[in-house]
Each structure stands twice: as structure tokens, then as C-alpha cells.
């Protein structure tokens, strides 16, 4: 299963009975799959039928939807829903009895929503079916596309995601064979440290100070650091190899990634170690950065 940007823009339209349906897709980046639907007046019938086709193909993302309906130039008068228009009239009279205010007029009346129907023979239950059905195959097409250019900016972002852990990967053998980790270089280094200690003549406890270096090399021990980021990437490579929707499990990989490095930091014990954790936690930064963009 390919990844899926949380990103991507898709058209698809269609001419049918004189009228041009034209159904935009637009998708950016969430935290969970949000669908905000827009539908001409007198097709809210088709507002949850969409939202389900939405639902079938994502897991996350702000999508948008709009339809737009175009017809000929010479077509029948709006319909009107007589009985909603009664009911509206009734309420506008009851009101102005009520409280006093301005009557209603015919054209505020007219402008509520639901009062005139579409001039496309809504009348005829039949006709309205085969259009509803013509619109969501309009759609079912335009989610096609968006699911294209979703995968499209998924490839890409997987070869950056698949670089950034490749440097992930160096980066933590660089630090596992830095020579600041060898015990004959620890050795020396706290055999100096100890030295310059017994010069200074404090009357510190010879045995006490190469006990306490032993704990302090013991807490410097940056195997277990390394042993769960080489994890992390194995982990993250059958993720990203796997693909769908995998962007909150990437995230939180992500996360133990970033600890890691800093604890690698903060064990560090010399220059070039500490300059391998600041270059790892910016890959991770990048890392990270990126996986956002992922469903």
C-alpha cells in the first residue's frame, strides 16, 4: 500500500442533461480526517452520502468538498415548496403578533433556504434519483484523483523520509565507533583526570576517585542509546515499506527518536560525540517535520 500526502487537489466534472456538475477536491494537512462539504441549494439531500465517500478512502486530513452545478441558459422557473413557504408565512405572521416586528415580505420569504427548488424536476422522483446518482459517480471520480495526487506526494515524501533515516542510520554507527568511546581512551582520559586531581593536593582518596570515574564512564555508556535508535530505524523502514496510513505511528517513532538523541547529548563526552547527537537531532528535527505531512 503506497503513503498518502495529507495534501492534493482534484477536479472532475461532467455535462449531463444540459447542466455541467463539477465536483473540487481539496485536501491539507490534520490531525484527523475533517470533510467540510459544500452543496448548491436544494442538494443537502447529498451531504451525508458525501461524507461517507469521503470516510471509505481516508484516515486523516482536512478535506474540502464544493459542487457546482451550471445549467443551460434556457430552462424552467424554480420550483417552489409551496407547504414549507406556507409553514414560513404561518411563523412570520405569529411573530409580527407576537412581538411587534416588521412583516415579512415576499422576497425574504423567497431567500430562505428550502423554499425554491432547483429547476431540474425534483418533482419527479425518479429524475432526482438518477442525478444524485450522476453527482456521486462524479465525485467517486474526483476521489480517485485526490487519492492519485495524495499517492503522488506521498512517493516523494517517502524518499526523503527513507534519506532521513539513512543518515539516521550513519549517524548512530559514527557514534557507536566514535574513538571517545573506546576503553583505552576512557581509561586514559579519567587516568588524567585523576592525576591532575592528586596534584592539586586536596587529600582526595586515590581508590575513592577511581571508583567514582568508574560510575561516571558507566553512566557515559551510550550502547543502550544506540541499541533503541538502530530499533527505531528497523521499526521505521517496515513502516515506511508497509504504507498507508502509518503517519501517527511514524510520529511517534519520531518522538523516540528525538530522546534518544538527546540523551546521546547529554552522555556525551567529548566534542566529537556531541557534534554526532547535534547532527542527529536536526535530522530528526527534518524527520519529523516531514512526517506531518503524512496521512
Keep these: 500500500m503506497a503513503l498518502q500526502s495529507m495534501t492534493g487537489f482534484a477536479r472532475s466534472s461532467k455535462s449531463i442533461d444540459g447542466a455541467d456538475i463539477a465536483w473540487e477536491l481539496k485536501s491539507v494537512n490534520g490531525k484527523s480526517l475533517d470533510a467540510r462539504v459544500r452543496l448548491p441549494q436544494g442538494m443537502e439531500r447529498l451531504e451525508q452520502p458525501v461524507r461517507r465517500a469521503i470516510q471509505a478512502r481516508f484516515k486523516r486530513g482536512n478535506i474540502q468538498a464544493g459542487l457546482t452545478i451550471t445549467a443551460a441558459e434556457i430552462e424552467a422557473l424554480p420550483a417552489v415548496n409551496h407547504a414549507f413557504l406556507k409553514q414560513m408565512s404561518d411563523l412570520a405572521s405569529e411573530l409580527v403578533a407576537s412581538t411587534g416586528c416588521a412583516p415579512a415580505t415576499a422576497d425574504g420569504l423567497l431567500s430562505i433556504r428550502g423554499v425554491l427548488l432547483a429547476p431540474d424536476g425534483e418533482q419527479d422522483e425518479e429524475k432526482r434519483r438518477q442525478r444524485d446518482d450522476s453527482v456521486l459517480k462524479i465525485l467517486e471520480d474526483a476521489l480517485d484523483r485526490l487519492v492519485e495526487a495524495r499517492c503522488g506526494e ?21 557514534a557507536e565507533a566514535d574513538p571517545s568511546r573506546s576503553v583505552d581512551r576512557i581509561r586514559q582520559r579519567l587516568a588524567d583526570q585523576v592525576a591532575v586531581l592528586m596534584e592539586a593536593g586536596t587529600g582526595l582518596d586515590e581508590s575513592r576517585l577511581h571508583m567514582e570515574a568508574a560510575l561516571l564512564a558507566t553512566k557515559a555508556d551510550i550502547r543502550e542509546e544506540t541499541d533503541r535508535l538502530n530499533a527505531h530505524i528497523e521499526n521505521a523502514r517496515t513502516l515506511l515499506d508497509e504504507g498507508g496510513p502509518v503517519g501517527r505511528r511514524l510520529d511517534f517513532l519520531a518522538q523516540e527518536f528525538n530522546r534518544e538523541s538527546n540523551t546521546l547529548c547529554s552522555k556525551s563526552n567529548a566534542a566529537s560525540l556531541t557534534s554526532i547527537g547535534l547532527e542527529l537531532k536536526a535530522t530528526v528535527d527534518q524527520f519529523r517535520e516531514q512526517i506531518q505531512n503524512l496521512e
Excluded: F, H, P
Excluded at 516523494?156 to 523520509?161: D, R, S, T
Design 154 to 174: 506521498g512517493d516523494a515524501l517517502q524518499g526523503v523520509l527513507s534519506g532521513a533515516i539513512d543518515t539516521i542510520e550513519v549517524l548512530t554507527s559514527r
